[in-house]
């Protein structure tokens, strides 16, 4: 059970719940959002605003703003280490110094620290991994093949001990995923891209603030966020929730040897299913003894409970070898830079 459990939520009334849960996603892209957030919650525009700012300060909502896609916008990748004990926090200090570096966790596994690193070039990206393997030693390179569902969205405001998506998923359709850049982006884009990527600004008017910090008007970048939400450059804008502080801490990636003929007809079976947060295709590295080729993730409060509902799921969907790699601990968590962005072009 999360130590977590039921403390943060003491200070949260009704409406606090509604904007958690309801607006993760489907901010309006207007000048004004907060005014339709408000009606929706049957409050003012600038008790909604004040509402938001209220959560950031509780850290139960750790962002306000875009989402965006690593993948399509730059050239991103999973990676792991192999780091002894006494060499851990070192080598964890030259990983997470580089700004191309989001996310970084120790797991329990042989290979116990993994990272995220999203640069603005394939070039870039493999330098800064020759760079931590002269460091660190040899790294798994594992960059996304295939997207099946990748969302982090759920509602956190509940007594359930493992996360459960509300989004109607019967099927999904598999998203073939490059190592190189997959939009092609406007100078104004990658503009926007960089004044967004750490959230917007909280005040009533976040469009225009951003207009403004770029030197354009308010509704060039509204038109240029709907764009590059249809580009899916932007997957979703709205409360980036802290799953820790939601009690949402026993999180378990659990790797499957799936053949790679059926890879597709697996990952989009098990990517519909509710309780599947993360669902996607990775290469095998057999020559360091890594035969896995589909991720899922599920999020829970509870390890037992995570731990059963993958019991029904390699009992039900996935009949195949696997390997359960809880997070034990977060090294390191911040959106994906894209300061490269702009050299680029």
Known sequence: MSSLEGDWRVPLDSVDASFIDSFQS???VEPRPFQSIGEALSISETAALDRLERLLELRIVRRFGPV??????GSSTLAAVQVPEDRFDAVAETINSYRQVNHNYRRDHEWNMWFVLTAGTKARRDAIIDEIEAAAGPVLVLPLVTDYYINLEFPVVNGDQFATSTA???TVEPTPVSET????????????????QDGFPLSLTPYQ??????????????SAIKTLLK??????????VNHVTTGFDSNCMVVWKVPLEAIDRYGSRVGALPYVTLCYHRPPRPE????????????????????????????EQLPFDHERLYS???????????DELISDF
């Open 328 to 338: 034990t601990e977060s090294l390191k968590q911040t959106g994906a830079r894209y």
């Open 288 to 315: 360091q003894n890594w035969p896995y080729t589909l991720f899922t993730m599920i999020h829970g409060r509870d390890s037992a409970a995570v731990d059963e509902r993958i019991d029904t799921l390699a009992t």
């Open 209 to 222: 603030d951003v207009a403004e910090r770029i030197g354009s008007d308010v509704e060039t970048v509204v």
């Open 231 to 240: 580009t899916n450059c932007i997957k979703r804008i709205g409360c980036i």
């Open 181 to 196: 850049r997959m939009a092609d982006l406007s100078p104004l884009e990658c503009e926007l891209l960089l004044a967004v």
């Open 68 to 73: 965006l896609n690593p993948p399509v916008i």
């Open 168 to 170: 109607t998923r019967s």
């Open 26 to 28: 489907g901010v309006p």
